[in-house]
C-alpha cells in the first residue's frame, strides 16, 4: 500500500512559472525525493478554476519510507525549501492518504 502526501500551493501569476519548474516531477523537489529508498513519484497539478492554485502530490511506499526520507535529508530538505521561500503566496498540507 503505498502512501502520499498531498500539498496545496497559491501562487501569485508572476511566480507560477518558476513555481511549476520547481515542483514538476522533473524539479529540484523530485529530484532531493527521488535520493530516498522508497520514493514513488511526484505529480503536479494545476487547479483548472482557479488561477495559481496547485497541488502537489509525492508518493512514497510506505509511511516509514517518507519518515527516513526526512530524517536522512534534514539539512537538503531545509535549504531547498529555504530557497523556494516566498514563491508560493500560501502553502497548506492537505494530508496523508494511504491508497487503497
Request: hydrophobic content about 45%; some cysteine; overall charge negative.
Amino acid at each position: 500500500m503505498s502512501h502520499s502526501i498531498i500539498w496545496q500551493f497559491t501562487v501569485a501569476p508572476d511566480n507560477c512559472e518558476a513555481f511549476e519548474a520547481g515542483y514538476r516531477p522533473d524539479g529540484p523537489w523530485a529530484a532531493l525525493f527521488a535520493q530516498a529508498e522508497g520514493f514513488i513519484e511526484t505529480q503536479l497539478l494545476k487547479d483548472a478554476e482557479q488561477p495559481g492554485v496547485y497541488l502537489t502530490i509525492d508518493r512514497w511506499a510506505s509511511p516509514q519510507a517518507f519518515d527516513r526520507f526526512k530524517s536522512e535529508h534534514a539539512i537538503p530538505y531545509a535549504a531547498l525549501d529555504a530557497s523556494f521561500d516566498g514563491l508560493a503566496a500560501t502553502e497548506r498540507r492537505i494530508g496523508a492518504y494511504h491508497h487503497v
